[in-house]
């Protein structure tokens, strides 16, 4: 009579298979979700006013601060201080945009007409600008500067277009930041001529509103 013998082999329990089933799940869901949050993140825009009035709520009711400063917020208070004279004026305006802080002055207060030089008083005025960006600690802020005119042409030796002088305005206001102090690459200088007028240069009938170009005859400084 042969004896049987008896094969003792570890079987897994079908039931720990079954349980182990949730851990797939578990990895796909949390998968989806990192790939659904880089997406939300490649196409998103921060908003440096909105981050910073969100922060500054949270710190007033969190911990009971009602007087938050925020760096953005700084600075455009001092700009504000420093150019008073030149808003009232209206030479100037300064705002909180989506990116960042926007200095617009008018073309009359930094240049004679045609002309790409930096007169004394514009001087004072970008020396209060770099003074304020440089009061703030531990912030690199960047400056764009855009120089845009209006659609009178110009033709000289010097500037045979409104691309040369809206460029050229725009890059002697970065050399002259230069030198009170603020690191190139922390600068840009860009010139659009008359391609982003505020309004418009002439009215229905083609002529010339001469109280429009003055207002798109402007240097742009966007802090950020």
């Given amino acids: 009579m042969g004896i049987r013998k008896h094969h003792n082999r570890h079987r897994v329990p079908e039931h720990e298979g079954v349980e182990e089933d949730w851990l797939m799940s578990y990895a796909d869901m949390v998968t989806l979700l990192m790939a659904f949050f880089l997406a939300m993140l490649s196409v998103s825009h921060v908003d440096p006013v909105l981050f910073e009035q969100m ?9 009971k601060d009602k007087d938050v400063k925020t760096p953005l917020g700084e600075i455009k208070h001092d700009l504000d201080s420093l150019l008073a004279d030149q808003r009232k004026r209206g030479e100037v305006n300064i705002d909180l945009g989506r990116d960042g802080i926007i200095v617009e002055f008018s073309s009359s207060a930094i240049y004679d007409p045609g002309k790409a030089d930096i007169g004394p008083s514009a001087r004072a005025n970008m020396d209060k600008v770099a003074d304020a960006i440089q009061r703030i600690e531990y912030y690199k802020f960047a400056v764009d500067i855009e120089g845009h005119t209006d659609n009178i042409p110009i ?3 010097q500037f045979p277009s409104n691309w040369e002088l809206s460029v050229s305005r725009a890059t002697n206001i970065v050399k002259y930041l230069i030198g009170k102090g603020i690191p190139s690459e922390r600068l840009k200088a860009a010139g659009y001529a008359d391609t982003k007028p505020k309004v418009p240069n002439v009215d229905g009938d083609g002529k010339p509103i001469s109280s429009n170009q003055a207002k798109n005859r402007r240097i742009v400084l966007k802090i950020h």
């Fill in 155 to 157: 033709n000289t030796l």
């Fill in 55 to 63: 922060k500054k709520g949270l710190r007033s009711d969190i911990g």
